[in-house]
């Protein structure tokens, strides 16, 4: 758990990965999801919805060190341009901003805080569709082949069993799904499964473009991943 937390947060991020840290992600993603949905609750007491939505997009960025947006953006910088394998594993690896990681981040950006600052707080809403971004991490950690060599994420490789794939989602399903549940009701279901659509869509698109995943895949995955909850949750009659 500690080392789930440490890998997906800045609470010790100069702790390197262990393999057994992936079946804990669907936790670590609904504790962020919370800390972020009440964050914004709290903050629309104070400020008017616009600034709401900013307070937790901060919040969310300053919790997870905007690891998964770089991911994202170097993602994006990789995967969009018309290129050969090799070199997109090089772009991808390359910390440096191109313009495709550019627009890609400001456009998911905007919706992000588009979708939060046009609904309602849902906080537990929130933690659910952040739970399902980090479940769907962890599944494409254990399921899915790893494009590099060696890397940050290839000390997860250890764990790829049908055990912890089990655990994973079994997790990720029993604690998201309630949450989902309890503040959307079955509109839930849907919020749920279009971020993990997202999720999924990212996973894919990287396969077909590097034949696997990398760590940025992951963070893109994750961010993706949420957004388009976000915007399922933005389309909710009365939220």
Request: glycine content about 12%.
């Amino acid at each position: 758990m500690l080392q789930a937390l440490s890998f997906l947060t800045v609470l010790g991020r100069g702790a390197s990965p262990r393999s057994g840290a992936l079946p804990y992600f669907p936790i670590v993603g609904a504790l962020v999801g919370l800390a972020v949905g009440y964050a914004w609750w709290g903050a629309a007491h104070v400020w008017a919805a616009p600034v709401a939505a900013g307070v937790a997009l901060a919040v969310d960025a300053a919790l997870t060190g905007m690891l998964h947006l770089d991911g994202l953006s170097d993602s994006a910088d990789g995967l969009l341009p018309p290129m050969d394998r090799a070199r997109r594993l090089a772009v991808m690896h390359d910390p440096a901003v191109g313009a495709f990681g550019a627009v890609t981040l400001i456009i998911v950006l905007l919706l992000r805080f588009s979708a939060l600052a046009s609904s309602t707080p849902a906080p537990l809403a929130v933690a659910a569709v952040w739970c399902v971004s980090r479940t769907a991490m962890a599944v494409i950690s254990l399921s899915m082949r790893y494009a590099r060599t060696d890397g940050l994420v290839s000390a997860f490789l250890g764990a790829r069993s049908r055990v912890a794939l089990t655990a994973s989602v079994l997790l990720g399903v029993v604690i998201s799904v309630p949450l989902a549940l309890l503040e959307l009701r079955w509109w839930g279901l849907l919020v749920l499964g279009c971020a993990a659509a997202g999720s999924w869509l990212v996973a894919a698109f990287a396969r077909a473009r590097i034949g696997g995943f990398t760590g940025d895949v992951l963070g893109a995955a994750g961010v993706l991943g949420e957004t388009a909850g976000l915007l399922a949750l933005a389309a909710v009659p009365g939220v």
